[in-house]
């Protein structure tokens, strides 16, 4: 199958699954509530947790402030002072890491000593005493996660790469054409004048070095000398012809094109960055496998369309970039080591952010980044991920797609 029809037959299995099986996106509820009992919201727009006449409202706030943690109580219907109540929090995340909260009273709440960072995707725990009293409960509160069987992921072409330094490579793009090397041209005269008496090579034959090309009878000594092939390659233009005399004209033209220049147009918006020595890396117009070689000159006086001539020499032995192909290319302008980087090819929106989505075993959740700069296939990464995280850098819309499926939201 194609990766296309591939992408439809996954899609359909994801739905069935999602159709027959129970949601993996939805939140867990308290430990004392019903496996099937809906989430209960409090005055304060928190999850409602319950256990027997004592109520805990437990919210996230982040409007106007990092997101933190705050709690109220209530015991029989009634509010209780925060300083009656002793609170604790753990929020396990996908990876295996647990951040412990713990609370104040502040005002008419219980607030959290530690931001909560995103994603607020976690199993949650919570521990609370009043009175002499013990609470606790368990529940999940995911979003942007999702779960994906292996054969399922591969066979919709999901690729992970993991996250780390990288090299980072500003580049221009430049379109140009190719022209024969004329270090590697040569023109075939007669040393002395005289009759060509034969000719051994037409246009288009493939010489080698010291072939035989021409038969020249000298118009001094009466005798005949052969003239021989100086470099190997191939005929590309015949003025002789038996019978005639050279008369110091211009007979063969033998071009090797195992060498070709590029002769790439580099418009004033770019060209201060374009210097002699940068890397380059040319793909013929018909497609292909880029070639790379090198800027070996830039010329210092413009066309009439103000552009001037960057020039690069380029390896051409399987004769893939004939003398006058149209060519795109790729200048590196500038290189640069960042610490952490993630492919642009992984990268998608959720909310407000731009993410990756982290994969650990089956499970993927989103990973919120703070980027800088961005040069080639990899984005610099100031923050939102550590370093060695495995994510998905290639087909990530299919983990987009199925979190948005699955309905997981940013509801606390």
Not at 135 to 142: A, C, I, L, T
């Amino acid at each position: 199958m194609t990766r296309t029809t591939w992408s439809v037959v996954g899609a359909l299995v994801l739905l069935l699954l999602a159709c027959c099986g129970p949601d993996p996106h939805s939140g867990g509820t308290p430990a004392h509530g019903g496996a099937d009992a809906p989430e209960a919201k409090g005055p304060h727009g928190g999850r409602l947790l319950t256990s027997h006449d004592f109520e805990l409202e437990l919210a996230i706030l982040e409007r106007g402030v990092p997101p933190e943690l705050r709690a109220w109580a209530r015991q029989d219907g009634q509010p209780v002072s925060p300083a009656d109540v002793s609170l604790q929090v753990a929020l396990a995340r996908l990876g295996g890491r647990v951040d412990e909260i713990s609370f104040a009273p502040e005002g008419d709440y219980l607030r959290g000593d530690a931001v909560v960072h995103e994603p607020h995707s976690f199993e949650v725990s919570v521990e609370a005493a009043h009175e002499g009293q013990k609470h606790s409960w368990r529940y999940e509160s995911f979003e942007g996660r999702t779960r994906i069987d292996p054969e399922v992921a591969e066979s919709l072409g999901v690729e992970t790469a993991i996250a780390g330094p990288a090299v980072l490579q500003d580049t221009v793009t430049v379109y140009g054409r190719t022209r024969a090397n004329p270090e590697r041209v040569r023109e075939v005269r007669a040393r002395f004048d005289g009759v060509v008496r034969g000719v051994y090579a037409n246009v288009g034959r493939v010489v080698a070095k010291g072939d035989r090309l021409l038969t020249i009878e000298s118009d001094q000594s009466l005798s005949a000398y052969s003239i021989n092939a100086p470099i190997g390659g191939v005929v590309t233009q015949r003025d002789a012809n038996q019978g005639e005399q050279t008369s110091g004209r211009l007979l063969l033209t033998i071009t090797d094109p195992s060498s070709v220049w590029a002769d790439l147009s580099v418009f004033p918006g770019d060209r201060a960055g374009v210097r002699a020595r940068n890397p380059v890396s040319i793909v013929p117009a018909a497609g292909g496998d880029p070639v790379t070689g090198v800027i070996s000159t830039v010329d210092v006086l413009a066309k009439e369309d103000q552009s001037v001539t960057a020039r690069a020499v380029l390896p051409n032995p399987e004769g893939r970039l004939a003398p006058g192909t149209f060519v795109t290319a790729k200048i590196t302008v500038g290189e640069y080591d960042v610490p952490l980087a993630v492919r642009r090819e992984g990268l998608q929106t959720f909310r407000d952010f731009t993410v990756v989505y982290a994969q650990v075993g089956d499970q993927y959740e989103v990973r919120m980044l703070e980027l800088g700069r961005e040069a080639g296939e990899y984005v610099e990464v100031l923050g939102g991920i550590e370093p060695g995280t495995r994510y998905v850098a290639a087909n990530s819309y299919v983990i987009k797609a199925d979190i948005e499926k699955s309905g997981a939201s940013h509801d606390h």
